[in-house]
């Protein structure tokens, strides 16, 4: 390759600070090569390296509908998310088209029609156009990208033609629950995966045989500088006096359910004398949380010096970006975490808060907010595979109050509940950044990558 190609590294997600380990990565192994090639709505990024945009055409609408179409009649995955489409399907608000949708599903799997489907990305790609590039893409280049295509409908077309050109590629798999997603973009050179686990994940669930020399282990990079910040931030007991509590959901009819279960934790722990601390999804408007405040034992957090940025350019979605030092001050308020799936878990483990796994028994479901959380969580695979094979699990609502009660005056339980915690994280790949770690060139990443 000549040493003078760029790796070009194609995203609108340019004010991510999550993304500072990995784009310090690819930068390191193109031997400061690395381009953000970003759509033109994106911002300008803060981390250093150079970008270069393309034009995106405004209208989008056909590659949505593609998206939908190519959905239905690709092959699912091998995983519960994608079988289970159906309860996951519950958006759509004309009856008619959600009755055909479900139904033709369930024919696709039950049927043994799904055997014979191409994949997602075959479908979907013989759709779109392939726009021409060849003024700035050449075969010299490598190409990186996020692996799931539907998050890259804005831009299918440059896709299509390093697709058609068979440029090098590398997908990345940029969190613990995409493996079970069959809408990935899987036929690339290389992946960029957090973990062994999750390379078999990949494999198990889209029936591939992706080789670890096919891969590029890198640990759960969207954590890497908190993981590391967080052996410098003093925790101090004392100001521990709260439950902790992130919610899960991203869209409001979900959120509607989340705040009801909220409010009956509550009332179960009310006995306690401690104050559940909840803390808001980054993407939802905290109006939307304002009926917790109704609630003696229930604290709304809300993280300082933040507000809510366009995160894509485009107005698609507005969220709060906190720092490490601010999720740090959070963890530090609690006594114990409370858990529904969410990925702050995994920063509560960090952080080696005691964690408890709420997972109500399904006998024990008896309002529909209850129901409906719980299928949804039934069907997530990453859950089951990380969270309720690691985590110590509570069951029924006095099981939460027991553990709780528990972890505050047993201290051998405590200490069994932390181990959990570290299953978690070695399960997830946190046992690559400690060789990272072990290396004197690894320091603190910042913003200013130029300067790392």
Known sequence: MNIQAKWYFITDDTLNKKNIFLFWYINKVSN????????????????????????????????????????????TANSSSDIQFPKRNIYNQV????????????????????????????????????????????????????SIILRSLKYPGILKYIRVKKFK?????????????????????????????MLNDLNKVHLRGIKIQEAEIIGPYPFYNFFKSSQEFNFIESQKIYIGYACAFCDELFLNLELKLIKKIAQKLSQ????????????????????LNDCKNIKLYLPENTNYQDRFGDGREYILFSTDEERHYYLSQCVTFLSMGTSFTIEAAID??????????????????EVKLFERIDISDHITSYFNNN??????????????????????????????NQDLLESLGFGVFKEHMSSTEMIFLDEKQNEV
Do not use: M
């Open 32 to 75: 400061n090569k690395l381009v953000l090639l970003t759509p033109d709505y994106a911002p300008t990024n803060s981390f250093g390296y150079p970008q270069e945009i393309f034009h995106v055409s405004k209208s989008n609408f056909f590659p949505f509908l593609w998206a939908k179409f190519s959905y239905l009649v690709s092959k």
């Open 95 to 146: 009856f008619l088209i959600d009755k055909i949708v479900n139904l033709l599903w369930k024919i696709k799997i039950y049927s043994g029609i799904n055997k014979l489907l191409p994949s997602y990305e075959t479908v979907f790609f013989s759709g779109i156009k392939a726009d021409n590039y060849k003024f700035i893409l050449n075969n010299e280049c490598v190409y990186v990208f996020d």
């Open 169 to 197: 590629t590398y997908g990345v798999i940029f969190s613990w629950d995409n493996p079970f997603y069959s809408q990935l973009y899987l036929n690339t050179n290389r992946k960029i995966l957090w973990s062994e686990q």
């Open 272 to 291: 306690t004398g401690y104050q559940i601390l909840v803390r808001p999804y980054p993407s939802l408007p905290l109006v939307n949380y304002e009926s």
């Open 352 to 369: 080696n808060i005691p964690i408890i796994h709420f997972y109500l028994d399904e006998k024990l479901r008896e309002n529909e907010f």
């Open 391 to 420: 985590l110590e699990i509570a069951q029924t609502y006095d099981n939460l109050v027991d553990a709780i009660n528990k972890i505050v005056s047993i201290s051998h339980y405590k200490k069994y509940v932390l181990i959990r």
